[in-house]
């Protein structure tokens, strides 16, 4: 039977509940079903026309249904919906849903192959790192995000993270990692190699404070340039949950 599970701010409308098993052939016989348990969901997520809300993204196996066939997307018995509700920021900017595992991907790809261009004294190795995360800035993607896309996640070595997030402050965390690592293999190619493997090691460290501490140091410049008003910086940190929601107050 196909599984509904539900984010944190919507399980005070289902009694607590984090899964809900649904009796259903398409997204939207599911979605009917669940708001038909819980009806005070329905204008939370739904607009008039019955479409979902732009701040709701409904993921099938983690895949949005957006991208399949929407609500007439067909059901498996073991199929997985999950709600990802956009997060409003200090200004009411939505988020979008951001896979983490594809950028945790990308930062132990960065770690790894920039230990091997510093072991093998491969100056050209760390080039090419710098070039794959210049590439995914400019797309707004991870750098090595195609080999978890097209590798990793496929064959489930990898199980992707969905999260509400903003993705600019990624990308920017990126493109700062990538001027330094560009400028570390321009003085490796200068002939100064101090220079040039302290600056490949400093995106080392900052890749590995992000992959196992959990701290996006270039997220944190992103939102302190927000705060001074930077033009460009325009996303703030995650505020409220859903925008114009309340929870009902307990009795």
Not at 17 to 42: C, H, K, N, S, W
Not at 92 to 103: F, I, T
Not at 156 to 178: C, I, K, M, S, Y
Not at 240 to 250: N, S
Request: with cysteine; aromatic share 10%.
């Amino acid at each position: 039977m196909p599984t509904i599970r539900i984010p944190s701010p919507l399980r005070t409308y289902t009694e607590g509940r984090a899964e809900v098993e649904i009796q259903a052939g398409t997204v939207a016989e599911a979605m009917d079903g669940f708001t038909g348990q819980y009806p005070a969901l329905r204008q939370h997520l739904f607009n008039g026309q019955g479409e979902l809300r732009p701040f709701v993204n409904l993921f099938l196996n983690n895949e949005d249904v957006r991208h399949l066939q929407g609500l007439d997307t067909q059901l498996k018995e073991n199929d997985r919906l999950m709600i990802v509700p956009s997060i409003a920021g200090g200004r009411g900017e939505d988020l979008a849903a951001v896979d983490h595992s594809a950028l945790r991907t990308n930062q132990a790809l960065i770690i790894a192959l920039s230990l091997l261009a510093f072991v093998f004294d491969a100056p050209w190795l760390a080039g090419l790192v710098a070039l794959a995360m210049a590439i995914g800035t400019a797309l707004g993607v991870p750098g090595f995000g195609f080999l978890y896309k097209r590798l990793l996640k496929p064959r489930g070595w990898v199980r992707p993270d969905v999260l509400p997030d903003n993705p600019e402050p990624h990308r920017f965390a990126q493109g700062l990692g990538t001027v330094f690592l560009a400028a570390g293999v321009l003085a490796l190619f200068a002939g100064s190699a101090l220079l040039g493997w302290s600056l490949v090691w400093l995106v080392i460290a900052l890749a590995a404070l992000n992959l196992f501490v959990g701290f996006c140091a270039g997220c944190a410049v992103y939102y302190w340039l927000n705060r001074l008003r930077v033009p460009g910086f325009v996303k703030s940190p995650p505020g409220q949950a859903f925008p114009g929601m309340r929870p009902k107050a307990k009795a």
